[in-house]
């Protein structure tokens, strides 16, 4: 059953970072109530998305999940940490040498 789930991840990821690597988007990062565009930048090794998400004023800290979307589809979920209420950038990076089974 290990085994299954090792493949099963590197399968999604290989999936993950094709389309990462293919797809114009457009690209979007989510967090909290914000949908904010990415810039998807392709280097010789990785693929880098960038979003700067604004300043809000939160009553209610949100959800700590930030998630990739392309085209509407979730392509990938990350924890963050709560950035408080002012502006931010994320930088999100996607290797080919991440999808080792070992």
Do not use: N, Y
């Given at each position: 059953?290990?085994?299954?789930?090792a493949?099963?991840?590197?399968?999604?990821?290989?999936?993950q970072?094709?389309?990462?690597?293919h797809?114009?988007?457009?690209w979007i990062?989510?967090?909290?109530?914000?949908?904010?565009?990415a810039?998807?930048?392709?280097?010789e090794?990785?693929?880098?998305f960038?979003?700067?998400?604004?300043?809000?004023?939160?009553?209610?800290?949100p959800?700590?999940?930030l998630?990739?979307l392309?085209?509407?589809?979730?392509?990938?979920?990350?924890?963050?940490?709560f950035p408080?209420?002012g502006?931010?950038?994320?930088?999100?990076t996607?290797q080919?040498?991440e999808?080792?089974?070992?």
């Amino acid at each position: 059953m290990a085994l299954d789930f090792a493949v099963a991840k590197a399968v999604f990821r290989a999936r993950q970072i094709e389309r990462a690597l293919h797809d114009a988007g457009p690209w979007i990062m989510s967090w909290g109530p914000h949908l904010v565009p990415a810039s998807r930048l392709v280097s010789e090794d990785r693929i880098v998305f960038l979003a700067h998400f604004p300043e809000h004023c939160f009553l209610v800290e949100p959800d700590s999940t930030l998630r990739l979307l392309c085209r509407g589809d979730e392509l990938g979920t990350r924890q963050i940490t709560f950035p408080g209420d002012g502006a931010f950038q994320v930088e999100w990076t996607l290797q080919p040498d991440e999808l080792a089974l070992v």
